[in-house]
């Protein structure tokens, strides 16, 4: 059964919110690749849609959206994501997982493609308790 840690961004206000998604919710993203929408309410935003941005497995190696299938391969990489050269020209080959979201993948960073009709705190409940302590 999968269960990812899903990070939404909102690119419009700048904040990310993280929730845990599992079980059915979880399937919803499974078989999608970078780039791909989804809709929203796997991870609590009804009416909404989100596009698959990128994540990474449990040992930290990211995905990369040129790298076709869920497995784990070999590039040689002159930067982007998994590499970042300290000096031009420098390469270097790197593992990373491919585009295709599965099961053994921890994170998912996903972000808003389409807007529903209520609010995106509203919908995520966070930073509520916050505003009533006074």
Known sequence: MADFQVVVADPDSGTTFQRDVDGQDANRFLGKSIGEEVDGGAVGLDG???????????AGRPMRGDVSGPNLKEVLLEGGTGYKPKRDGERKRVTVRGAEVSDVVAQLNVKIAERGEASV??????????????
């Open 48 to 58: 909404y849609t989100v596009e698959i941005t990128g994540g990474s497995d449990a």
């Open 121 to 134: 705190e509203d919908l995520l409940g966070e930073g509520d308790d916050e505003e009533g302590d006074e």
